[in-house]
């Protein structure tokens, strides 16, 4: 008797479980960000709509099925899709992610001596090879050692 109520709760809720851990999946991939590579989406998404899915069947066999092909079909082709289209460009790391980023000055710069830039609201040593006043918008252009090369906003970026 026992064995038939627990296949008649599975039969009516699995489903709604599948949705709920589904939905908590993507809500925890939001809260973290994109970092984890949006599998907490894809699987949240794949449990969603196998729940959603199996609702008129009343089985939980269908349910289990459904969401077990549609994860292996993700993992085997649809992963190495999203992950190749995600980092398709170069990753930049550290100082050379700055590169092309917009700052301000806050100590003017000469061609004879260092000033220093905010950038992405970060203080940072900067050389230029033009005088560059406090106060004005400058652009990365490069990077030597730990001191960012910047020019003026709107200036010629060679």
């Given at each position: 008797m026992e064995g038939s109520t627990?296949?008649?709760f599975l039969d009516s809720w699995l489903w709604s479980i599948f949705v709920v851990v589904g939905l908590l999946m993507i809500l925890t991939e939001l809260i973290v960000g994109v970092e984890t590579g949006l599998g907490l989406v894809i699987v949240g998404s794949i449990l969603v709509l196998s729940g959603l899915v199996?609702?008129?069947?009343?089985?939980?066999v269908v349910t289990a099925v459904s969401a077990s092909v549609l994860c292996v079909v993700y993992f085997f082709f649809g992963r190495r899709f999203i992950h190749l289209r995600r980092w398709k460009g170069e990753i930049r790391t550290g100082a050379d992610a700055?590169?092309?980023?917009s700052g301000i000055m806050t100590h003017p710069i000469t061609k004879i001596t260092d000033g220093s830039v905010k950038v992405r609201n970060q203080e940072w040593r900067a050389g230029a090879e033009e005088d560059i006043n406090e106060g004005?918008?400058?652009v990365v252009v490069g990077i030597r050692g730990t001191t960012l090369i910047v020019k003026k906003e709107g200036g010629d970026m060679k």
């Amino acid at each position: 008797m026992e064995g038939s109520t627990t296949l008649v709760f599975l039969d009516s809720w699995l489903w709604s479980i599948f949705v709920v851990v589904g939905l908590l999946m993507i809500l925890t991939e939001l809260i973290v960000g994109v970092e984890t590579g949006l599998g907490l989406v894809i699987v949240g998404s794949i449990l969603v709509l196998s729940g959603l899915v199996t609702i008129p069947f009343h089985s939980w066999v269908v349910t289990a099925v459904s969401a077990s092909v549609l994860c292996v079909v993700y993992f085997f082709f649809g992963r190495r899709f999203i992950h190749l289209r995600r980092w398709k460009g170069e990753i930049r790391t550290g100082a050379d992610a700055l590169i092309g980023e917009s700052g301000i000055m806050t100590h003017p710069i000469t061609k004879i001596t260092d000033g220093s830039v905010k950038v992405r609201n970060q203080e940072w040593r900067a050389g230029a090879e033009e005088d560059i006043n406090e106060g004005e918008e400058i652009v990365v252009v490069g990077i030597r050692g730990t001191t960012l090369i910047v020019k003026k906003e709107g200036g010629d970026m060679k």
